[in-house]
Nanobody
Framework: QVQLVESGGGSVQPGGSLRLSCAASGYPNIGYRMGWFRQAPGNEREGVSAIGSNGRTRIADSFKGRFTISQANAKNTLYLQMNSLNPEDTAMYYC????????????????????????WGQGTQVTVSS
């Protein structure tokens, strides 16, 4: 059974940095996509950054230059490095994934759409305040 467990959230002052981690287990060695999403109170969930099993990444325009997605060599841990954090980044951050057995690993790219992911972690809270 697929499990996604996020960690690394917390409280930080404006201008600070955090690195979120998502430990994935139970997934088959097939085409997949994984991504980071966030949701602040009263707001819709939004895609932050994503990676596909083909190695490509995507990042939403509002995070370019500040956030970076990466993956451990063993492909079982996803990271989100967040720099220059500001109070508007306060939200619950979620790791998500989708596995596509009908496609090989080189055929699946990233997506920032929530509907393109069907496994979700429990979320990790990020709070940016002075």
């Amino acid at each position: 059974q697929v499990q996604l467990v996020e960690s690394g959230g917390g409280s930080v002052q404006p201008g600070g940095s955090l690195r979120l981690s998502c430990a994935a287990s139970g997934y088959p060695n097939i085409g997949y996509r994984m991504g980071w999403f966030r949701q602040a109170p009263g707001n819709e969930r939004e895609g932050v950054s994503a990676i596909g099993s083909n190695g490509r990444t995507r990042i939403a325009d509002s995070f370019k230059g500040r956030f970076t997605i990466s993956q451990a060599n063993a492909k079982n841990t996803l990271y989100l490095q967040m720099n220059s954090l500001n109070p508007e980044d306060t939200a619950m951050y979620y790791c998500a994934a989708k596995f596509l057995p009908q496609y090989g690993r080189t055929m699946v790219g990233p997506s920032l759409g929530s509907d393109d992911h069907n496994y979700w972690g429990q979320g990790t809270q990020v709070t940016v305040s002075s």
